[in-house]
């Protein structure tokens, strides 16, 4: 069974405090791996992807990378307005063409 | 363009009513999606379409029903609605082409009682 899992569930930083979140995942055959940003009442907005171990994409003070196991995304000098859930999904070769989600880790940028 | 958008935004339901949840995309794209969000659990994929006329299962599409009519519009259909279908439904999609990132919509919280 595909498994994707987050961690930490929660990680409250200061603001200027950079930091990492997890995303290991357990697939067969994977297509490409995804992160999400979702505020608090609101639809989950898309930030990256990545296909393929080594890649790095970048956007604003978020960095993600990917290997074969896992993934990360790293937050520099964080602000308050970088405060969220962070959703990791990946989509995987055959099945159901969906994304399968972790629960997501909840980020607190305290001022 | 106006993306992914669902009505309602809220809604309750009794025990064993129905509803219709709407869902619209102006972007074109082939392939939309329907996911319940649970508190503390990751989004769940009830069911999907990869174009007007095609839809298929997903993992949790017991209690639920949809149809594919146009390439804009994907209603998903509760029927005898139950409190274990309490839940914020989203709606997403994805054009397709070799691309799997998927753009969702801002949801609709269901409260079954």
């Known amino acids: 069974e595909d498994q994707v899992t987050q961690s930490p569930e929660a990680l409250r930083l200061q603001e200027g405090e950079s930091s990492s979140l997890n995303c290991s995942y357990t697939?067969?055959?994977?297509?490409?791996l995804f992160w999400y940003r979702q505020d608090p009442g609101k639809g989950p907005e898309f930030l990256f992807t990545?296909?393929?171990a080594g890649e790095e994409k970048e956007k604003e003070r978020l960095k993600a990378t990917l290997t074969k196991k896992e993934s990360f995304l790293h937050i520099t000098a964080p602000k308050p307005e970088d405060s969220a859930t962070y959703l990791c999904?990946?989509?995987?070769?055959?099945?159901?063409?969906?994304?399968?989600f972790g629960k997501g880790t909840h980020l607190i940028i305290q001022p | 363009n106006a993306g992914v958008t669902q009505t309602p935004k809220f809604r309750i339901l009794k025990i064993g009513q129905s509803m219709t949840l709407q869902c619209t995309q102006d972007?074109?794209?082939?392939?939309m999606y329907w996911y319940r969000q649970d508190p503390g659990m990751g989004l769940k994929l009830i069911y999907y379409?990869?174009?007007?006329?095609?839809?298929d299962k997903g993992e949790v599409p017991n209690g639920y029903n949809v149809s594919r009519s146009t390439t804009e519009d994907f209603p998903l259909r509760l029927e005898l609605a139950a409190p274990s279908q309490t839940s914020v439904y989203f709606c997403?999609?994805?054009?397709?082409?070799?691309?799997?990132?998927?753009?969702f919509g801002p949801g609709t919280r269901l409260t079954v009682t």
């Open positions: 999904a990946v989509h995987v070769a055959g099945g159901a063409d969906g994304l399968t």
């Open positions: 697939v067969s055959g994977l297509r490409g």
């Open positions: 990545l296909y393929s």
């Open positions: 972007m074109n794209h082939n392939y």
């Open positions: 379409s990869v174009g007007a006329g095609i839809t």
């Open positions: 997403a999609s994805n054009k397709g082409q070799g691309t799997y990132e998927q753009y």
